[in-house]
């Protein structure tokens, strides 16, 4: 009887599973807005992530066969012309021995940033763990042998770091992408007939490689996507495909043909993505009810150029990040890291000063809100409830700081990073809100005067 029974709850639950199993695909594209705050949570509070594109691009660093090329460096195939058989031998280069996961994940925390997006796969094709769907990969191509993804995953596990994976629909090594019917390897009107063969048995199932094996993801930070065999309804698919496989991800707009060039956000229509891509660039305003992420490198190039040294100072990193976060959006800040596996020294040294000042005033960026006024000549805005963080770029003359738009009293005025809060002397008035700044001790990139106030921001207005 025992037996019999038992029988009967195995049958009872294959049939169960059989029939989850078979449960049509969702679609994710009917979410609600609920659900999608939800699940956007975590990125809008983070603001600050780590950009890392690495690859075969780092061994050349920008020169081939003795020439420079011009731009970025991560498309020296492109721009260099390497035919595919040439470019491969890069991968029998690679040997990265002095990348440490733990160092570079720490590096990204200590700087303040809490997600990284590191390209699993770039427009080359070569891929950065060890795919079954490919020997085109660090496991079978390279004598380094070793799972980059899996490192920098349990890494970023251990230093509670999110972990996102950036992932080029355009494949320029794969024969059903890309050649050998693209005369040139970035050619947006050409079409591959066998195109659908790579999106059905390599791009898809190379998807679910990453999004499968690599533990909870933040987002899939989808490029390359302005090719002619890419569509809007391939993007849809992909989009709910990536989101069958793992419901919670994020996915930005280059999985669909919404994005509007390097301005990066999404046109008017119907098109998958959960957040804008401007690149290079800070939308000009705040966007209300819109998520974006400006995407930035910290000299000219995403990819290792080793005469690349047009590096932007840590105030311009730092008054970026705040622009950013004072219009409601995120900065992703990006390192491109030597085939040695070590991050350039330039970028280290901006990434630790960018920390001591996230240290001292991290509270006026994280779980913002975009500014409520214009911005000043001297500055920027972010809030809080019953917080206005004012960003002071240029000490004012005389060290009084006006806040024209606040013409009632406040609750308090204080520096943020002075610990213990000393109130300033501040002044409410039509002329607007005046604060007297102490003559020293002012941050050399930004500081951050902290308004607190009764009510409502708009109550302080009139
Ligand atoms: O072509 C890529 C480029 O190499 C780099 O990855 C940037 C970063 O977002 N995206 C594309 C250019 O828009």
């Given at each position: 009887?025992?037996i019999?029974?038992?029988?009967?709850?195995i049958?009872f639950?294959?049939?169960?599973?059989?029939?989850?199993?078979?449960?049509?695909p969702?679609n994710?594209?009917?979410?609600?807005?609920?659900?999608?705050?939800?699940?956007?949570?975590?990125?809008?509070?983070?603001?600050?992530?780590?950009?890392?594109?690495?690859?075969?691009?780092a061994?050349?660093?920008?020169?081939?066969n003795?020439?420079?090329?011009?731009g970025?460096?991560?498309?020296?195939?492109?721009?260099?012309?390497?035919?595919?058989?040439?470019?491969?031998?890069?991968?029998a280069?690679?040997n990265?021995?002095?990348?440490?996961?733990?160092?570079?994940?720490?590096?990204a925390?200590n700087?303040?940033?809490?997600?990284?997006v590191?390209?699993?796969?770039?427009?080359d094709?070569?891929?950065?763990?060890?795919s079954?769907?490919?020997d085109?990969?660090?496991?079978?191509?390279t004598?380094?042998?070793?799972?980059?993804l899996?490192?920098?995953k349990?890494?970023?596990?251990?230093?509670g770091i999110n972990?996102?994976?950036y992932?080029?629909?355009m494949?320029?090594?794969?024969?059903?992408?890309?050649a050998?019917f693209?005369p040139?390897?970035?050619d947006?009107?050409?079409?591959?007939p066998?195109?659908?063969?790579?999106?059905?048995?390599?791009?898809?199932?190379q998807?679910?490689?990453?999004?499968?094996?690599?533990?909870?993801?933040g987002?899939?930070?989808?490029?390359?996507?302005?090719?002619g065999?890419?569509?809007p309804?391939l993007?849809?698919?992909?989009?709910?495909?990536?989101?069958?496989l793992?419901p919670?991800i994020i996915?930005?707009?280059?999985v669909d043909?919404?994005?509007?060039?390097?301005?990066?956000?999404?046109?008017?229509?119907?098109?998958a993505g959960?957040?804008g891509?401007?690149e290079?660039?800070?939308?000009?305003?705040?966007?209300?009810?819109?998520d974006w992420?400006?995407?930035?490198t910290?000299?000219?190039?995403?990819?290792?150029?080793?005469?690349?040294?047009?590096?932007?100072?840590t105030?311009?990193?730092?008054h970026n990040?705040?622009?950013?976060?004072?219009?409601?959006?995120n900065?992703l800040?990006?390192?491109?890291?030597?085939?040695?596996?070590?991050i350039?020294?330039?970028s280290?040294k901006r990434?630790?000063?960018?920390?001591?000042?996230?240290?001292?005033?991290?509270?006026?960026?994280y779980?913002?809100q975009?500014?409520p006024?214009r911005?000043p000549?001297?500055?920027?805005?972010?809030?809080k409830?019953?917080i206005?963080y004012?960003?002071?770029?240029?000490s004012?003359?005389k060290?009084?700081?006006?806040i024209?738009?606040?013409?009632k009293?406040v609750k308090k005025?204080?520096i943020?990073?002075?610990?213990?809060?000393?109130?300033?002397?501040?002044k409410?008035?039509?002329?607007?809100?005046?604060?007297s700044?102490?003559?020293?001790?002012l941050?050399e990139h930004?500081?951050?005067?902290?308004?607190?106030?009764?009510?409502s921001?708009?109550?302080?207005?009139?």
């Open positions: 009887m025992k019999l029974s038992t029988l009967l709850v049958v639950l294959l049939g169960v599973f059989a029939c989850e199993k078979q449960q049509p969702k994710y594209l009917n979410e609600s807005q609920q659900e999608k705050d939800t699940r956007m949570q975590w990125w809008r509070e983070a603001r600050f992530g780590m950009f890392i594109h690495w690859g075969l691009y061994i050349p660093a920008g020169e081939y003795g020439q420079k090329i011009k970025i460096g991560e498309w020296i195939m492109d721009r260099a012309d390497i035919p595919v058989e040439e470019y491969e031998k890069f991968a280069r690679f990265p021995v002095k990348y440490d996961a733990d160092e570079w994940v720490l590096l925390k700087a303040g940033m809490k997600y990284i590191i390209t699993s796969k770039h427009h094709g070569f891929c950065l763990w060890d079954k769907v490919s085109y990969d660090i496991m079978d191509a004598p380094y042998k070793k799972d980059i899996k490192a920098l349990e890494a970023c596990d251990r230093h972990l996102s994976f992932h080029s629909i494949d320029w090594h794969h024969p059903d992408a890309q050998p693209y040139h390897y970035n947006r009107k050409k079409s591959n066998n195109f659908d063969n790579y999106v059905r048995n390599y791009l898809k199932p998807l679910k490689e990453l999004v499968d094996q690599y533990g909870k993801l987002i899939l930070w989808f490029d390359g996507e302005w090719i065999d890419w569509t309804p993007g849809k698919d992909l989009y709910n495909y990536v989101r069958n793992q919670d996915i930005n707009n280059r043909k919404g994005r509007q060039g390097m301005e990066g956000l999404t046109k008017e229509g119907d098109f959960d957040y891509t401007p290079q660039e800070i939308p000009d305003t705040g966007l209300p009810g819109v992420e400006s995407c930035m910290m000299n000219d190039t995403w990819g290792f150029k080793s005469f690349d040294d047009n590096w932007k100072s105030k311009t990193l730092i990040l705040v622009d950013i976060a004072s219009k409601g959006g900065y800040l990006n390192v491109g890291p030597t085939a040695e596996g070590l350039p020294e330039a280290v990434l630790k000063e960018i920390g001591k000042w996230m240290m001292e005033n991290g509270e006026a960026i779980s913002t975009a500014s006024f911005q000549q001297w500055g920027r805005f972010t809030q409830p019953g206005l004012a960003f002071v770029f240029d004012p003359k060290g009084e700081l006006v024209e738009q606040i013409k009293p005025v204080y943020l990073a002075d610990e213990k809060k000393n109130e300033l002397k501040s409410s008035g039509q002329k607007g809100l005046t604060i700044l102490p003559g020293e001790g941050d930004a500081t951050v005067v902290v308004v607190e106030y009764e009510g921001i708009d109550g302080l207005t009139k």
